[in-house]
Structure formats: structure tokens, C-alpha cells
């Protein structure tokens, strides 16, 4: 069936360097994906719009400079937390809907990071 | 602005147990409803749902949602719940047209099943 794929599942970054999250739809065409940031204990909160050959939407307060969105192909989406600090340590998802409304919204499996 | 609310936190069932687990929605036109399941460091998984036709939706693992809009509510139940069914789940509420998979989610309930 279809999946979605984050990489790398776990990732340790120091302090004030970038990071990138890798979000791949395996067996199906996404000209939308969508990433969403979970704290622990917390429900995911919606950081932004990943949009294939344009620019991404970001929510209210996420900061575009700090993570950024590329959208390259139909099955990557990638986000790059750049200068990364303690406080971006989270859990990151992505996900994919296989196709128009109604359809199948799938998730990947998380990415996991902490800044030291 | 659309939101979602899950009352409950946390609920404890024994197995075999049947279990309702609450959401409640707001939003301005017809909704679409999912109920997803999460273990513990991992992604999402779609148990089921909701966008038009019959109201009671029949998702995985024998889990059911029934959908009243009169009560905006999209309630997630199952008759006999098994061990493995300990995870945390999620409402989440969305929007048709292009902004199809923009989900808002609820606070989410972490289901403990006791032998």
C-alpha cells in the first residue's frame, strides 16, 4: 500500500548547525505534503504547507527562515531546521494525502531530533 | 477556525472492555473526520474516516466512529479492546478543496489497557 517515508528516523545535531528531514511518498505522486511538529506529551501542531515547484505555507509563528521547505519532486519534500538550538528538539512528521479530497491521508514514521 | 477537543486525557479499560473515546469538532462546513492511533515514538496510522454518506464509519482493527453533527461530535468506539490496542489515539479535523491534508489536531488520548 502506500507509504510515506521520513530519514532519518533519529538524528543529534549540535547547537547552531542545520539539520535536514528527508519526506518521501514511496509509491504515489504528492503535490502537497505537510509537516507538522509534536513536543512530548503534545498534540502535532501544524508548521507548514510543503507545495511542489512553489513556495511553502507556513503557519502562525513558525519561523520560514529558521526551517526551511523544498518541495523539489512529486515524492520529496524536505525540511531543513537551520541554526538549530536546545528548544527545536521535537519530534517531526510528515504527511501526504494520496490524492484529492476524501482520499487517504498518510503519515510517516517521525524523525526524532535533539539539538545538544 | 477550525479545532478539535478530546475531553478525555487519559482513559484505563481492561481488556475485553468496550471503549468510547470523545471528540468533538468545530468547524464551519462539512467536516472531514479522521481517528488516528500512535505508539510510542512513531508515526500515525489511519484507523478510519469521515467525509459524506453514512454517518457510522467502520475503520481497522475493529474500531467504529459515528459522526453527529447535531452534537459536532465524532466519537471512536469498540466493543472488546485487546491488549495491543494501548497507544495514544488522535482526532484530527480537515477541510476539503485544496487544503485537503491540512489537519488540526486534538489534544489526543492515551488509552492503558490492563489484563
Known amino acids: 500500500g502506500a507509504v510515506v517515508s521520513q530519514h532519518p528516523s533519529r538524528v543529534i545535531c549540535k547547537s547552531g548547525t542545520s539539520v535536514k528531514i528527508e519526506c518521501r511518498s514511496l509509491?504515489?505522486?504528492?503535490?502537497?505534503m505537510f509537516w507538522y511538529r509534536q513536543f512530548p506529551k503534545q498534540s502535532l501542531m501544524l508548521m507548514a504547507t510543503?507545495?511542489?515547484?512553489?513556495?511553502?505555507?507556513?503557519e502562525q509563528g513558525v519561523e520560514k527562515d529558521k526551517f526551511l521547505i523544498n518541495h523539489a519532486s512529486l515524492t520529496l519534500s524536505t525540511l531543513t531546521v537551520t541554526s538549530a538550538h536546545p528548544e527545536d528538539s521535537s519530534f517531526y512528521i510528515c504527511?501526504?494525502?494520496?490524492?484529492?479530497?476524501?482520499?487517504?491521508?498518510?503519515f510517516g514514521e517521525g524523525s526524532w531530533l535533539t539539538v545538544v | 477556525a477550525q479545532s478539535v477537543t478530546q475531553p478525555d486525557i487519559h482513559i484505563t479499560v481492561s481488556e475485553g472492555a468496550s471503549l468510547e473515546l470523545r471528540c468533538n469538532y468545530s468547524y464551519g462546513a462539512t467536516p472531514y473526520l479522521f481517528w488516528y492511533v500512535q505508539s510510542p515514538g512513531q508515526g500515525l496510522q489511519l484507523l478510519l474516516k469521515?467525509?459524506?454518506?453514512?454517518?457510522l464509519v467502520q475503520g481497522i482493527k475493529g474500531f467504529e466512529a459515528e459522526f453527529k453533527r447535531s452534537q459536532s461530535s465524532f466519537n471512536l468506539r469498540k466493543p472488546s479492546v485487546h491488549w495491543s490496542d494501548a497507544a495514544e489515539y488522535f482526532c484530527?479535523?480537515?477541510?476539503?478543496?485544496?487544503?485537503?491534508?491540512?489537519?488540526?489536531f486534538g489534544q489526543g488520548t492515551i488509552l492503558t489497557v490492563h489484563p
Open positions: 509509491d504515489f505522486q504528492a503535490t502537497t
Open positions: 504527511s501526504a494525502p494520496q490524492g484529492g479530497a476524501g482520499n487517504t491521508i498518510y
Open positions: 484530527a479535523v480537515g477541510r476539503g478543496g485544496t487544503s485537503y491534508g491540512k489537519l488540526t
Open positions: 510543503s507545495n511542489e515547484g512553489s513556495k511553502a505555507t507556513y
Open positions: 469521515y467525509f459524506s454518506g453514512d454517518t
